[in-house]
């Protein structure tokens, strides 16, 4: 028989509850007091990476290995070169991947991991930068690198202070600091990220309408002295539904659309000029507006196409369904 006491006890969910906040207090703490300790050390390290020529190495073992890793993505992401390599694999020869150019950023939250041994001694022996990431001010990490960052005082909101946790965290933002700091650093642009991001939700709200506009002999364009009966065969080839007009200097000066013929429709419609059925002024956008944009406009003007402008001219044309082809929403 098992006996009472070895029974384990059954927490109800307030309690589950306050052990939650309890975690999550722990960490909001740890993040505060790292804001609170970010220093010149902090600047070091942007110009340390600012003057690398080659990638950021991005290392460490366990629950840091898997900080590293992230840490890594996201700056590679934002603009920084960046590569996570393995503490225990460089001994076994990924150390080749670490050149002089590089800069390696090791996290370890006592500073005596032991698979960061041959890291850090090759990093000593080639010159190569080392930045530590350690809660130990004074451990073998922290006494070799080049720049210490130093985590503040912590508590683990493990509730035996052993499964790492707010150290962890406090790393993580640490991390994202950087990545940010680099990133504004270099002036890095909406057209830079979409440069890294061309897959999936983000890519496609950083699609530009120049990404997705028509331009070229398929622009539906006429002069307001075209006659209808050619103007109908010009939108009637170019499937938009629209036509353009455009005076002696190629500015647009009106459209006609699938409506204004409804709305002319008559005996006379093909004896009138393109001047004589145009709605003067029409809804545009630039080619570097975000696609997401364009669908807006069309949406608010229950429209489907825009013709995109540059110096007042038409460059470019964007129809609804290039939006939902592109999977802009």
Same mark, same amino acid.
């Given at each position: %028989?098992?006996?009472?006491?070895?029974?384990?006890?059954?927490?109800?969910? &307030?309690?589950?509850?306050?052990?939650?906040? /309890?975690?999550?207090?722990?960490?909001?703490?740890?993040?505060?007091?790292?804001?609170?300790?970010?220093?010149?050390?902090?600047?070091?390290?942007? &110009?340390?990476?600012?003057?690398?020529? #080659? /990638?950021?190495?991005?290392?460490?073992?366990?629950?840091?290995?898997?900080?590293?890793?992230?840490?890594?993505?996201?700056?590679?992401?934002?603009?920084?070169?960046?590569? +996570?390599?393995?503490?225990?694999?460089?001994?076994?020869?990924?150390?080749?991947?670490?050149?002089?150019?590089?800069?390696?950023?090791?996290?370890?939250?006592?500073?005596?991991?032991?698979?960061?041994? &041959?890291?850090?001694?090759?990093?000593? /022996?080639?010159?190569?930068?080392?930045?530590? %990431?350690?809660?130990?001010?004074?451990?073998?990490? @922290?006494?070799?690198?080049?720049?210490?960052?130093?985590?503040?005082?912590?508590?683990?909101?493990?509730?035996?202070?052993?499964?790492?946790?707010?150290?962890?965290?406090?790393?993580?933002?640490?991390?994202?600091?950087?990545?940010?700091?680099?990133?504004?650093?270099?002036?890095?642009?909406?057209?830079? +990220?979409?440069?890294?991001?061309? #897959?999936?939700?983000?890519?496609?709200?950083?699609?530009?309408?120049? &990404?997705?506009?028509?331009?070229?002999?398929?622009?539906?364009?006429?002069?307001?002295?075209?006659? %209808?009966?050619?103007?109908?065969?010009? %939108?009637?080839?170019?499937? +938009?539904?629209?036509?353009?007009?455009?005076?002696?200097?190629?500015?647009?000066?009106?459209?006609?659309?699938?409506?204004?013929?409804?709305?002319?429709?008559? @005996?006379?419609?093909?004896?009138?000029?393109?001047?004589?059925?145009?709605?003067?002024?029409?809804?545009?956008?630039?080619?570097?507006?975000?696609?997401?944009?364009?669908?807006?406009?069309?949406?608010?003007?229950?429209?489907?196409?825009?013709?995109?402008?540059?110096?007042?001219?038409?460059? #470019?044309?964007?129809?609804?369904?290039?939006?939902? /082809?592109?999977?802009?929403?």
């Amino acid at each position: %028989m098992t006996s009472s006491s070895t029974k384990k006890k059954t927490r109800s969910s &307030d309690d589950l509850l306050e052990s939650a906040k /309890r975690v999550l207090a722990h960490e909001i703490d740890g993040l505060k007091a790292l804001a609170d300790s970010l220093d010149d050390l902090f600047i070091e390290t942007l &110009d340390l990476l600012s003057a690398m020529q #080659g /990638r950021c190495v991005v290392t460490g073992m366990g629950k840091s290995g898997h900080i590293a890793n992230k840490i890594a993505a996201t700056m590679a992401s934002t603009g920084t070169p960046a590569m +996570f390599v393995h503490p225990a694999e460089a001994s076994h020869g990924d150390l080749g991947m670490i050149t002089t150019d590089d800069v390696v950023i090791a996290l370890s939250n006592s500073g005596e991991t032991t698979e960061l041994a &041959d890291l850090l001694a090759y990093t000593r /022996r080639f010159d190569i930068p080392l930045i530590a %990431m350690t809660s130990g001010a004074d451990s073998s990490l @922290a006494k070799a690198a080049d720049v210490a960052l130093v985590l503040p005082a912590l508590t683990e909101a493990c509730p035996m202070g052993l499964a790492p946790t707010t150290s962890t965290t406090v790393m993580l933002a640490l991390g994202d600091a950087i990545s940010v700091a680099m990133l504004e650093r270099k002036g890095f642009s909406p057209d830079d +990220f979409q440069v890294f991001h061309p #897959g999936g939700k983000l890519g496609q709200q950083l699609l530009k309408v120049a &990404d997705i506009m028509h331009t070229g002999d398929a622009l539906p364009l006429m002069s307001a002295t075209v006659a %209808m009966s050619d103007a109908i065969l010009v %939108m009637t080839a170019k499937s +938009f539904g629209c036509l353009g007009i455009v005076d002696p200097d190629g500015q647009l000066e009106g459209i006609i659309t699938d409506g204004d013929l409804r709305r002319h429709m008559g @005996a006379d419609l093909i004896d009138k000029t393109a001047g004589d059925i145009m709605t003067c002024g029409t809804t545009t956008i630039g080619p570097d507006a975000m696609a997401s944009e364009a669908l807006g406009k069309m949406n608010a003007k229950s429209i489907t196409t825009l013709f995109v402008i540059e110096d007042d001219r038409p460059v #470019g044309i964007v129809h609804i369904h290039d939006c939902l /082809r592109f999977g802009v929403a």
